[in-house]
């Protein structure tokens, strides 16, 4: 019987904000979940991120933000990935956002947002679903 292959994930930061401390337990943590975790760091373009993630051949492209940053790129990730035809990749934020704007994240494009404080074993159930009624 062949074995499944693991979600591959890519986990980055866009912009200016280089507070990366989330971005790096987050991926650990993924990484103890059974996820293969490709960590492309900070400063990264809406560009970089999705030709990372055909390179790399990315199930999830993980978006984590501090600020109103993701106003920038989570429009512009989610354009290039529609533009490229990489409907099969689930996009997620993560990270210090107000509650109340989650749906507008969700308008903009992110498949899922997560807050501080969810479980890690909630999230990754979460994006294992997402992964699942993608590829199916």
Known sequence: MQEKRKIRILMTKAGLDGHDRGLKVVSVLFRDNGFEVINLGCYQTAETIVSAAV????????????????????????????????????????GTIPPEEIPEIKEMGADAVFLPGTLISSIAEDIRSLVDERNS
Do not use: A, C, M
């Open 55 to 94: 390179q790399e051949d990315v199930d999830i492209v993980g978006l984590s933000v501090l600020g109103d940053e993701y106003r920038i790129y989570v429009p512009r990730i989610s354009r290039l990935l529609r533009e490229r035809g990489l409907n099969n990749i689930v996009f997620i934020v993560g």
